[in-house]
T-cell receptor, first 117, second 110 residues
Framework: KQEVTQIPAALSVPEGENLVLNCSFT??????LQWFRQDPGKGLTSLLL?????REQTSGRLNASLDKSSGRSTLYIAASQPGDSATYLC????????????????FGTGTQLKVEL | DAGITQSPRHKVTETGTPVTLRCHQT?????MYWYRQDPGHGLRLIHY???????DKGEVSDGYSVSRSKTEDFLLTLESATSSQTSVYFC?????????FGPGTRLTVT
């Protein structure tokens, strides 16, 4: 059974700092990995998707890397801002459901980030 | 937001009553999912669907059933609600290879 761990559970940084969030998983036979952000009382917003054949993906100030052999992914946030304060969730996808791209996600419990002025 | 709505958004019900949550999407997505989110457990998959009338169980399916009679609607039913089913329920779809989530339904079973 796939297990996903995110450390630390909470993180507080001053504005402008670059930071790294960590995600580890136990079974390296993954289909893909997706990073989400969740604001309090809200749904999940997809940030980045990395396919199993990829090593990294970038979107604006965000960069996600994937090392399947070691069972790790990192989310790098550059020049953090107070608006980045949220919980960040890592989710690992199993093999595809049929051939249409659907897959079952296993989530970590998240890292709660606070960026202070 | 991938055109996903959930209803109701909040519900309080009593132990032993049946409850149905609805997920509606407007963009003809094939795959739909139901997750629950609980403190300390993260999100866990309850059931998923890969087409009309095609559904399967996820990690925590006991006590839940689903139906998908139309592409746009995926219903989650708690046949007899228990206090352990108090949770926030999220519906999701797959677009491309990414999953996108609805706004959630907060269910309290008293």
């Amino acid at each position: 059974k796939q297990e996903v761990t995110q450390i630390p559970a909470a993180l507080s940084v001053p504005e402008g700092e670059n930071l790294v969030l960590n995600c580890s998983f136990t079974d390296s036979a993954i289909y893909n990995l997706q990073w989400f952000r969740q604001d309090p009382g809200k749904g999940l917003t997809s940030l980045l998707l990395i396919q199993s054949s990829q090593r990294e993906q970038t979107s604006g100030r965000l960069n996600a890397s994937l090392d399947k052999s070691s069972g790790r992914s990192t989310l790098y946030i550059a020049a953090s801002q107070p608006g980045d304060s949220a919980t960040y969730l890592c989710a690992v996808g199993e093999g595809a459901i049929l051939t249409g791209g659907g897959n079952k996600l296993t989530f970590g419990t998240g890292t709660q980030l606070k960026v202070e002025l | 937001d991938a055109g996903i709505t959930q209803s109701p958004r909040h519900k309080v019900t009593e132990t032993g009553t049946p409850v149905t949550l609805r997920c509606h999407q407007t963009e003809n997505h094939r795959y739909m999912y139901w997750y629950r989110q609980d403190p300390g457990h993260g999100l866990r998959l309850i059931h998923y669907s890969y087409g009309v009338k095609d559904t399967d169980k996820g990690e925590v399916s006991d006590g839940y059933s689903v139906s998908r009679s139309k592409t746009e609607d995926f219903l989650l039913t708690l046949e007899s609600a228990t206090s352990s089913q108090t949770s926030v329920y999220f519906c999701a779809i797959t677009q491309g290879r990414e999953q996108y989530f609805g706004p959630g339904t907060r269910l309290t079973v008293t």
